[in-house]
Nanobody, 127 residues
């Protein structure tokens, strides 16, 4: 069974930075894209960022552009989300997700495109 494990969450002051990591445990899988989503209390899960492996393109939600960077380390089979200039509204549980089929760029932000999900890591930004 494939499991994705996130790490790196925590409590940070506004303006600070965190780097989230995501790696598979157990059975590995050949992924075509990896994404980060988040869910704040009382809100729906929303797209944050994604990286498509075939072309190396990255995609960001408007709220993440200019502050967050998604990247991958092939040797470590790990995906990262570097988050800078954090704001209180970034407070949420962050989930990584992996896809096993190619995803069109027009729908890469759709959660149903992803096959595997992690359990999430809490990010709390204090004002």
């Amino acid at each position: 069974q494939v499991q994705l494990v996130e790490s790196g969450g925590g409590l940070v002051q506004a303006g600070g930075s965190l780097r989230l990591s995501c790696a598979p445990s157990g059975r590995t899988f050949s992924s075509t894209a990896m994404g980060w989503f988040r869910q704040a209390p009382g809100k729906e899960r929303e797209f944050v960022a994604a990286i498509a492996y075939s072309v190396g393109n990255t995609y960001y939600a408007d709220s993440a552009k200019g502050r967050f960077t998604i990247s991958r380390d092939n040797a470590k089979n790990t995906v990262y989300l570097q988050m800078n200039s954090l704001k209180p509204e970034d407070t949420a549980v962050y989930y990584c997700a992996g896809a096993t089929a190619p995803i069109a760029s027009s729908v890469i932000f759709k959660s149903y495109q992803y096959d595997y999900w992690g359990q999430g890591t809490q990010v709390t930004v204090s004002s």
